[in-house]
């Protein structure tokens, strides 16, 4: 069946890097996009963006520029989330999710199914 | 602040109907389809709900979608206790260019 499977929780501290991992099985990996969505402590889902994973294209929401990058290998269909210079805030469960969309008549509907486990990511010092 | 509005909170008694609300504007909801997601406590977000009211295989057809110019809703009826849940409404928003969602909705079930 297709699933995303992420990478085990991380403990950093403030400063430091982490690279969480999303591995996709029951599907060709190179024919959806994979987005990524952080979820802080208690609060809703906020979109990272999103990679191409045939072209390694990667494009970020306004608020993940700069410490964010968004990679992937497709020798084992996997998709990558390095987050550099880590801050107390940056403290969250990070979900990777296909990208999936269909034309209905004249209007394009794009979804994101299934969901990884999800990651969580604790910045402490 | 989330871009979509969703109420907070919801409640409804076993086997009554419920409706969630998403509100948005022309840029996302207005010219992009509508999905539903469901978020059971401790568990990763799940499609619920896409392009406005498509229920993917093995979703249980209490759950329904409907869009409506600028705003969505999703009702849940005949409300079981396994529906106590966090719903999250999401478009695609074609001035940031990106996906937006809603704050969530945590629904009760007395």
């Known amino acids: 069946q297709v699933q995303l499977v992420q990478s085990g929780s991380e403990w950093e501290k403030p400063g430091a890097s982490v690279k969480v991992s999303c591995k996709a099985s029951?599907?060709?990996?190179?024919?959806?996009?994979i987005n990524w969505v952080r979820q802080a402590p208690g609060q809703g889902l906020e979109w990272m963006g999103w990679i191409n994973t045939n072209t390694g294209n990667p494009t970020y929401a306004q608020d993940f520029t700069g410490r964010f990058v968004f990679s992937s290998d497709t020798s084992v269909s996997t998709a990558y989330l390095q987050i550099s210079s880590l801050k107390a805030e940056d403290t969250a469960v990070y979900y990777c999710a296909r990208d999936l969309s269909l034309w209905f008549g004249e209007s394009e509907a794009t979804w994101l199914d299934p969901w990884g486990q999800g990651t969580l990511v604790t910045v402490s010092s | 602040q989330s871009v979509l509005t969703q109420p907070p909170s919801a409640s409804g008694t076993p086997g009554q109907r419920v409706t969630i609300s998403c509100s948005g504007s022309r840029s996302n909801i207005g010219s992009n389809t509508v999905n539903w997601y469901q978020q059971l406590p401790g568990t990763a977000p799940k499609l619920l709900i896409y392009n406005n009211n498509q229920r993917p295989s093995g979703v249980p057809d209490r759950f329904s979608g409907s869009k409506s110019g600028t705003s969505a809703s999703l009702a849940i009826g005949g409300l079981q206790s396994e529906d106590e849940s966090d719903y999250y409404c999401a478009a695609w928003d074609d001035s940031l260019n990106g996906r937006v969602f809603g704050g969530g909705t945590k629904l009760t079930v007395l």
């Open positions: 029951g599907y060709t990996f190179t024919s959806y996009a």
